[in-house]
């Protein structure tokens, strides 16, 4: 019913409310505004409500591009180890992302200190492994 309700209110602001103006960050940071004290029943609801769909259409993409490129990188990486890393982040990632559809109770450190970090070793751990294919003599191209 909630996201039935503010469809209208989405498709009118394409850029959004604003950060922190739905729920009780609303009530407390932006009494006046008209999505202020809305429980949104997702993290994603609450993206497209806070950002627009625009906004909510950059971080789905993000999302895509992160998962697509865990399952590549796993494909590509020769050492078993590196591989299991990048199983685990793109694993755990996947996990995030879908206990962001259910609820909204991942915040904003779960996000600062896993997501993000998850993500930059998740991009730098195909490196490292035709890195360490080089180091071992093995010939293999450096690109990625």
């Known amino acids: 019913m909630n996201r039935i309700s503010i469809q209208p209110y989405i498709y009118a ?20 505004h008209p999505l202020a004290g809305f429980p949104p029943d997702s993290g994603f609801l609450k993206s497209a409500i806070e950002t627009g769909w625009i906004g ?20 590509k990486a020769q050492d078993g180890r590196i591989r299991l890393y990048i199983l685990v982040f793109t694993a755990s990632m996947f996990v995030y992302i ?19 970090p998850a993500a930059a070793l998740l991009s ?12 071992n003599g093995k010939k293999t191209d450096l690109t990625v």
């Open 56 to 75: 909510y259409a950059v971080s789905i993409i993000y999302f895509f591009v992160l998962l697509t490129q865990g399952v590549g990188y796993y494909f």
């Open 13 to 32: 602001h394409p850029m959004g409310g604003g950060l922190a103006t739905s729920s009780s960050e609303g009530m407390l940071y932006n009494p006046g």
């Open 98 to 116: 879908l206990a962001q559809y259910s609820q909204a109770s991942i915040g904003q450190f779960p996000t600062l200190f896993f997501f993000y």
């Open 124 to 135: 730098r751990l195909l490196q490292i492994d035709k890195l360490s294919a080089v180091n």
